[in-house]
């Protein structure tokens, strides 16, 4: 019975049609490769009126390395997390998306300093900074190594030569040379 029902192969199909087929798969797989953007998830965003009472998005990291974002209140630049009290100063303070955000790590009770971070980087060398810097003079050197100089013995030495042309168009062929 299988046999009796005709499968559509490539040749039942025109050309135009299979490149529309095609085409329309290589658009689908490019819609699938689209990068979603992050968004804390929807409990621990913080409206107005959590802004108004002091709350703050935390991303609290336990210990089995885990990330969750939750909502807190601060009161005396203090913080409780599962009735552990941790530090919520404004050196810890971070912003997302123009509300306040903290990394907290279950096993400290300093949250992830930023300032602390950019310093200690500097001082090891492994800021990201300096390396665009490099990297962006090493393209300029090369773009501009690329460029020709202009050479002015070639200019002069071709301006004498059309200078010697023009005198023998004016002269005739009565021009000799020695």
Known sequence: MAEDIPVPTPKDKSLKELMEEMLGNQKELIEQKKEKKFKIPFFSRLSKKNLKQGNITVAYINDNKEIEFIKVPIREQTMMIKDTPYLAMAKY???????????????????????????????????????????????????????????????????????????????GSSFKII
């Open 93 to 171: 303070m971070m912003t997302y998306k123009g509300k306040p955000f903290m990394i907290v790590p279950s096993w400290n009770v300093e949250p992830f300093n930023p300032a602390a971070n950019f310093d200690d980087a500097s001082k090891t060398n492994t800021m990201s900074v300096g390396y665009r810097l490099l990297m962006n003079r090493m393209k300029s050197a090369i773009i501009e190594g690329t460029k020709k100089k202009f050479n002015w013995l070639v200019l002069i030495g071709g301006l004498a030569v059309i200078g010697v042309l023009i005198y023998i168009a004016t002269k």
